[in-house]
């Protein structure tokens, strides 16, 4: 999750770059880099916990799902039966089998 803070740090490095942009008549190339730089970690930031939000509230179809994990597959696997999965879920479900053969 984004911290407030992080977000308002940036507000600030943006704010303040902007001044200088605005109230100096020869303003750096670095303070315009500054100033972008700070408005295009805002833009990822929001539209990071934008999309991950849509994603959450959206229908997805059950078939992006994983069925072992139920979470929305963002890197699946097909195994040779067919099947596919999230590559994390099958992962730890191939541990925990592993361990409880070794453990028994």
Do not use: W
């Amino acid at each position: 999750m984004v911290t407030e803070e992080k977000v308002h740090a940036l507000k600030d490095k943006l704010r303040e770059s902007v001044k200088i942009i605005v109230e100096s008549d020869d303003y750096t190339v670095d303070a315009a880099d500054e100033a972008m730089d700070a408005l295009s970690a805002l833009k990822d930031l929001k539209c990071t916990t934008s999309l991950s939000r849509n994603l959450d509230d959206a229908a997805v179809p059950p078939h992006f799902r994983c069925p072992l994990s139920g979470n929305l597959m963002t890197d699946p696997v097909i195994l040779a039966s067919g099947q596919v999965h999230f590559l994390l879920s099958l992962s730890l479900s191939l541990l925990i089998k592993i361990n409880s053969f070794i453990l028994a």
